[in-house]
Nanobody, 122 residues
Framework: QVQLVESGGGLVQPGGSLRLSCLAS????????MAWYRQAPGKQRELVAN??????EYADSVKGRFTISRDNAKNTVYLRMNSLKPEDTAVYYC?????????????????WGQGTLVTVSS
């Protein structure tokens, strides 16, 4: 099976920066899409950013402040967050759709990490 493990969350002051990391472990053929979502208290989970080998996409609320990147050799996705605001406070979840091979058959999985809390407060 494939697991995603996030790290890098914590408490930061407004205007500060954090970098989140998410490592995918398991027997993986490829990972077409890796993404970060977040869920603030009392709100629905929302897409923050996603990345393929060819493109990136960002929520309007984070454009110009957050940068998503990936290291395919390490099966890792990163989220660099700058100019953080109190409204960025949320649990951040990593998502991936790894391709695995089981009994000679390739198939896609959808996997979520356990989440890492980011709190932006003075």
């Amino acid at each position: 099976q494939v697991q995603l493990v996030e790290s890098g969350g914590g408490l930061v002051q407004p205007g500060g920066s954090l970098r989140l990391s998410c490592l995918a472990s398991g027997t993986i053929f490829s990972i077409p899409v890796m993404a970060w979502y977040r869920q603030a208290p009392g709100k629905q989970r929302e897409l923050v950013a996603n990345i393929t080998n060819y493109s990136t996409e960002y929520a309007d609320s984070v454009k110009g402040r957050f940068t998503i990147s990936r290291d395919n050799a390490k099966n890792t996705v990163y989220l660099r967050m700058n100019s953080l605001k109190p409204e960025d406070t949320a649990v951040y979840y990593c998502f991936a759709d790894p391709v695995v091979r089981t009994d000679g058959v390739y198939r896609y999985l959808e996997v979520w990490g356990q989440g890492t809390l980011v709190t932006v407060s003075s």
